[in-house]
């Protein structure tokens, strides 16, 4: 009997300290990756500006390629939704929706509303964001998502390392882009 309470103090002992650790841990972290691709900027904004072409080279839509999608509005634009169902659980149901339209001669940025429903329920601010460089014969872009996890789940996202997972997501997804887009005839 005394084992047996040793065990169960030891294990709530373990679960406070858990939850402690909680508190002091970030409940939203910044995830953001860039890269460099060989189009003016205008082009490549207006390429992704585009939610439906993130079918092409965003890795989360090549992971189920039966997944449903429907959409809402004019893609491109302010209020248009790109909604997504898929029976992979990794992948699950959501819906992305621009919120806001920046642009300039040199630089350019899509705000995005990023709503995941299914396997959890969370809004996740995210963007893509356009910049001109070598006198506009290359763009940087910057792709990034705000993720959010209440407490005490954000032990968990620190846990799973959240950051590294989005990132490598990110950052495939950006090496697609440049591929697709540095094709002569994309």
Do not use: C
């Not at 060989?38 to 082009?43: A, K, S, Y």
């Not at 004019?74 to 920046?102: C, M, P, R, Y």
């Amino acid at each position: 009997m005394k084992l047996l309470k040793r065990i169960l103090l030891g294990l709530l002992f373990l679960i406070a300290l858990l939850l402690i650790i909680a508190l002091f841990v970030p409940k939203e972290i910044l995830v953001s990756r860039s890269i460099q691709i060989n189009r003016p900027q205008t082009e490549v904004f207006n390429y992704v500006k585009q939610l439906n072409n993130q079918t092409k080279y965003g890795v989360w839509w090549k992971a189920d390629p039966k997944m449903k999608i429907t959409t809402t509005g004019t893609d491109g634009q302010v209020g248009f939704v790109h909604a997504w169902d898929s029976k992979d659980e990794n992948v699950g149901a959501g819906q992305q929706k621009i919120i806001a339209l920046d642009s300039s001669a040199s630089k350019s940025k899509i705000s995005i509303e990023l709503k995941f429903i299914r396997p959890f329920e969370s809004v996740n601010p995210s963007y893509i964001a356009t910049n001109s460089i070598e006198g506009n014969k290359q763009t940087e872009v910057t792709w990034a998502i705000t993720s959010k996890m209440p407490y005490p789940l954000n032990l968990m996202g620190a846990l799973m390392n959240m950051e590294e997972m989005l990132g490598n997501d990110l950052e495939k997804g950006l090496k697609n882009l440049k591929v697709l887009l540095e094709k002569e005839d994309y």
